[in-house]
């Protein structure tokens, strides 16, 4: 509005400078008065015109009011013509991170066991393009919004969550479905005034001694594992000993229902003719007394 006062005061003094024409007549300069008044008139126009139409840039929703009176229509990305008396206020729809800048909030927050956590947290939001209007005149502008609303809504939201959480919970390799529940937590919080995307878990600390505690049960739960996984190789290697065992036992049954006093006078004789002359070989006789022979030599027993 500032804008089109001045285009209106800037009309109105090429209007008084037009009037001066005549008088300046005499002095032989009417023309040229008359060619500043229409000039600082036309400028005045032009001031006045450029304000009546506005651009609304990418990822942008323009909210127009007039006389504290807020247009229920949200003006879309691309040019367009308003009434020059009216202000245009300016929110982005797209996502935004907050804080902003790639920074964190830090929150404390109490877990079930009322034990004092400190959270680095982030979120991405973005604004609804449809209920900016409204959002406009119930909240203010989108600054107010980020460090009010959205501010107020991520703190709530955040220590909500944690509240319901035991300090073992937060610290469990599961933290994305802690950011899960906390984004459900915020979005509650903030209504149908923002849309959170996401939540960002940056960073979690926790008191010194309960630190130690974590640390010594991580540690703990590490023995107890490596301990599990010996005993099962124990108990693999009993068990491969316990086949091996089996399988030399069924063999052994095997072999011995084979050894017939056919086959092993068969074997008997098949090995004479593998060994070499002068061995000492075992006769085997129907006494039971055993004799022994010297192959090639011609000797006695």
């Not at 804008?3 to 037009?18: E, K, N, Q, S």
């Not at 304000?51 to 840039?57: D, E, F, L, P, R």
């Not at 942008?60 to 691309?78: C, K, R, S, Y």
């Not at 040019?79 to 300016?90: G, R």
Request: overall charge negative; aromatic content about 4%.
């Amino acid at each position: 509005m500032t804008t089109v006062i001045l285009g209106i005061i800037v009309v109105v003094i090429g209007a008084i400078i037009r009037s001066g024409a005549p008088a300046a007549a005499q002095r032989g300069g009417e023309g040229a008065v008359r060619l500043a008044g229409y000039g600082a008139m036309a400028a005045g126009i032009l001031i006045i015109v450029s304000n009546a139409i506005t651009v609304i840039g990418v990822g942008q929703v323009g909210i127009l009011h007039f006389l504290g009176t807020v247009d229920e229509t949200p003006l879309n990305e691309g040019v367009h013509f308003v009434n020059p008396l009216a202000s245009i206020e300016k929110m982005s729809v797209q996502e935004q991170s907050f804080p902003a800048g790639g920074g964190v909030e830090v929150i404390e927050a109490q877990t079930s066991e009322q034990l004092n956590v400190t959270l680095e947290i982030a979120i991405l939001f973005k604004l609804d393009r449809e209920n900016a209007p409204d959002l406009y005149r119930r909240l203010g502008s989108e600054s107010t919004i980020k460090s009010s609303i959205v501010l107020n809504a991520v703190r709530d939201g955040v220590r909500s969550a944690i509240a319901t959480k035991s300090i073992n919970e937060i610290f469990s390799p599961e933290r994305r479905e802690i950011a899960g529940e906390m984004l459900r937590e915020i979005q509650e919080k903030a209504g149908d005034r923002i849309e959170v995307v996401e939540v960002f878990v940056r960073d979690v600390q926790a008191p010194a001694r309960v630190q130690e505690a974590i640390q010594a049960r991580t540690e703990r739960e590490q023995e107890v594992e490596q301990e599990r996984f010996q005993t099962e190789i124990i108990q693999e290697r009993a068990q491969q000993a316990v086949e091996e065992a089996r399988g030399i036992a069924e063999a052994q049954i095997i072999i011995s229902s084979g050894l017939t006093p056919a086959y092993l006078t068969y074997h008997y004789i098949e090995q004479l003719g593998t060994l070499p002359a002068g061995s000492v070989v075992y006769v085997p006789t129907e006494g039971g007394i055993p004799l022994m022979r010297q192959l090639g030599g011609g000797g006695t027993p």
